[in-house]
């Protein structure tokens, strides 16, 4: 099993920023990859972003790119999304996942076994 403790939500103005972070534990093997998906009221959850704790290896949303940066502590389990510019669209309940296989889309959600309980971000205009 893998737990996954998630820390940094908030209310921000837009054009701000906010950072959050994601520490796994419970396993002894590093997880293959984190990442984070996104909820707003009334849609579809929809992925955010995504590394691999080996290589750094990041992928990101087209909605995303340029203002959201990924990054992980290996040593320590943990990932961080460094969100910038965040714009009022960018609302949603931000969950962190972790996958422990390789192989399959990294966007889509049935891929990853382990989910955190979600951390509110909200940006007001």
């Known amino acids: 099993q893998v737990q996954l403790v998630e820390s940094g939500g908030g209310l921000v103005q837009a054009g701000g920023s906010l950072r959050l972070s994601c520490a796994a534990s419970?396993?002894?093997?590093?997880?293959?990859?984190m990442g984070w998906f996104r909820q707003a009221p009334g849609k579809e959850r929809e992925f955010v972003a995504s590394?691999?704790?080996?290589?750094?290896?990041?992928n990101y949303a087209d909605s995303v790119k340029g203002r959201f940066t990924i990054s992980r502590d290996s040593a320590k389990n943990t990932e961080y999304l460094q969100m910038n510019s965040l714009k009022p669209e960018d609302t949603a309940v931000y969950s962190c996942?972790?996958?422990?296989?390789?192989?399959?889309?990294?966007?889509?959600?049935?891929?990853?076994?382990?989910w955190g309980q979600g951390t509110q971000v909200t940006v007001s205009s």
């Open positions: 419970g396993r002894t093997s590093r997880p293959y990859a």
């Open positions: 996942v972790a996958r422990t296989s390789s192989g399959g889309i990294y966007y889509d959600p049935l891929r990853y076994g382990y």
């Open positions: 590394i691999t704790m080996n290589y750094g290896l990041a």
